[in-house]
Structure formats: structure tokens, C-alpha cells
């Protein structure tokens, strides 16, 4: 029998068109509704703050390519853009320059390429560098700015915060008229790219209900002065949980593989972050729950791991 007849070659056998730096970049582009709120809400200091982070990113990565004898260009494959981006949603509009610089090379180094580059980190990267910068300059991370239409130009209080827990109707919260993270505060922006990436199929929906849905649920059982008082819609509308669930735990390197894995991922992350909101010395949990449960992944991934083919349980 002739040889053309068969191709042997190793996994994956099926393959699709869309390559790792189309997703980064499709991602990317979903992301830019919630960026031009954030711009329109908070002013042009919100342009610096992602410009400074992305470069920072990108140049982080080319250097340590380099230095690597690795190809500096690969810095341009959409991840570093990517991480910039998400980082800088993460952060203040109004925050200093050389906070997103930092941050975009701990980032990189430290949450990527100290693990041997893209696919190899165990841990979010742009949530390394919010945690890092959190941790190291919790003031500047945490003084705000309001939106560039309010009288007062900076508020102290967010609406996690339990002295602005009260000043916010569901509709501020929805559309980003308060203050804090860019990013994160115009809900309706970023539900619009989050139905680009679940049209396109680039995420799936298991991650982001399981934790929405524990975040949710919990906050209903015990967010309030009795069991089952808690206003569920709040910690919905709140912080950084919608940016978290659809566009962070859902990073292909750090999430789980199978369907239930993802499940009991995002229900780990709602619950850790909620925990954080209620009991924690911080108002908002989302990256540390995340980061906590990128650790527990490959311990999830060896538990939900579907049946080899051909296997019969004996």
C-alpha cells in the first residue's frame, strides 16, 4: 500500500485556523469597549496609564528574549499586549507613571517568562503585577479618581469600600459612574466584549458562570445582616469581578482543561473572592482568588481528567 495514504504526526490531529496570536489579539480587541469607557469616563490620564503599561510589557519581553537568545519579535505575538492591557485595567487612572512601567515588567518577568515564556506560567501574569504593585504601594493603588464630570476629582472610597457601599444605584454601578480600576467599572462595556469572545467561541461559558454565580450566591447567603440578606446584585455590578471572570480566569495557559474542572474553578474562585469582600482586610478579592486557584489548577486538572480511549475501569 502506498505510503501517501496515511500521514503520521504527532497531536493535536485536529486543528483549527484561529493560532494563539489571533486569540491574543481577538482578546485584545474585545477589551477595547471597557478601554474607551474607561477613557470617557475618567479622562485622557486613563490613555497614559495603558499606553506606558503596554509598552512596558512589550519591552520587558523583547529584553529578556534577548537575553535568552530568543527572537525579541516574538515580544509582538499579542500576549505582552494582552498583559499590558489587562494590567492596566487593573489599575487607578490617575496613578503615576512609573507604577504601570513597574508593574509591566514584573508582569513579564516575574509572572511569565521566569516560567519559561508564553504556555509555561502557572500564574496569571498581569494579576502577578497587580498583586505586586498592591502589595508594595497599597495608597497609590488604592486613592481614586472620579468620573471627570463629578465636582470632587478624587474619591477615597470605591463602592466595595464600606463607607461607599451605600452612595451608588445599580445604574452608576452598570455604566462605570463611580470611581475605580479603568477597566473594571463599566460593566456594560465589558459585557459587550465578553459576547464577542463567547460568539467566537474563544471562551466558553463554565468559567464565567461558576464564578459569577458563587460570587453571587454566596453574597446573597451571608452579604447581609442575617442568612440570605446580602445584595447579590451588588457584588454583581461591583469591583472587578466581571472583568475578572471573562477575561482573566479564562486564560488558556492558567485555567483548567476539562468542563467540570472549569466549573469547580470558577466556583473556587467565587468563593475565595467573596470570603476576601466579607472578611478580608482588602474590598475586593478578585485577583487573589484567581492567583490562589491558577495554583490549585494542576490538582484540578488530575482529578477532572477524562477517560483515555479505550480504557475500560477494571
Not at 529584553?63 to 527572537?71: H, P
Not at 457584588?235 to 483548567?256: N, Q, S
Not at 487573589?288 to 481528567?305: E, G, H, S
Amino acid at each position: 500500500m502506498p505510503d501517501s495514504i496515511f500521514t503520521v504526526s504527532p497531536a493535536p490531529h485536529i486543528k483549527s485556523g484561529l493560532s494563539s496570536r489571533k486569540i491574543m489579539y481577538l482578546v485584545a480587541l474585545s477589551l477595547l469597549p471597557a478601554g474607551i469607557a474607561g477613557v470617557y469616563i475618567f479622562g485622557l490620564s486613563s490613555l497614559k496609564v495603558i499606553a506606558l503599561s503596554i509598552l512596558a510589557c512589550i519591552a520587558s519581553e523583547a529584553v529578556f528574549l534577548k537575553l535568552r537568545n530568543k527572537d525579541p519579535m516574538v515580544a509582538l505575538d499579542g500576549s505582552a499586549i494582552l498583559t499590558g492591557l489587562l494590567l492596566a485595567y487593573n489599575l487607578p487612572p490617575e496613578i503615576p507613571f512609573w507604577i504601570p512601567v513597574i508593574g509591566g515588567v514584573v508582569s513579564i518577568i516575574i509572572g511569565k517568562q521566569i516560567f519559561g515564556g508564553l504556555g509555561h506560567n502557572i500564574f496569571n501574569p498581569a494579576l502577578v503585577g497587580r498583586v505586586f504593585l498592591q502589595i508594595s504601594w497599597p495608597v497609590y493603588m488604592t486613592t481614586w479618581k472620579n468620573p471627570r464630570w463629578a465636582v470632587d476629582a478624587v474619591s477615597t472610597a470605591t463602592p466595595l469600600a464600606r463607607e461607599g457601599a451605600a452612595s451608588f444605584s445599580y445604574m452608576d454601578l452598570f455604566l462605570g459612574n463611580h470611581g475605580g480600576c479603568m477597566g473594571e467599572v463599566c460593566i456594560l462595556a465589558l459585557l459587550l466584549g465578553a459576547a464577542v469572545l463567547l460568539f467566537t467561541k474563544i471562551i466558553s461559558f463554565h468559567i464565567p458562570a461558576s464564578f459569577i454565580g458563587a460570587v453571587m450566591l454566596f453574597g446573597w447567603i451571608f452579604g447581609g445582616e442575617g442568612f440570605f440578606k446580602g445584595d447579590f446584585i451588588f457584588h454583581l455590578l461591583t469591583g472587578g469581578l466581571v472583568l475578572g471572570a471573562f477575561f482573566m480566569a479564562t486564560d488558556y495557559v492558567t485555567r483548567p482543561l476539562t468542563k467540570k474542572g472549569k466549573v469547580i474553578f470558577g466556583i473556587g474562585c467565587g468563593l475565595l473572592t467573596i470570603l476576601i469582600r466579607l472578611r478580608g482586610g482588602y474590598p475586593e478579592g478578585v485577583s487573589y482568588a484567581i492567583l490562589f486557584m491558577n495554583a490549585v489548577v494542576p490538582m484540578i486538572d488530575r482529578y477532572t481528567k477524562t477517560r483515555k480511549y479505550g480504557f475500560v475501569q477494571g
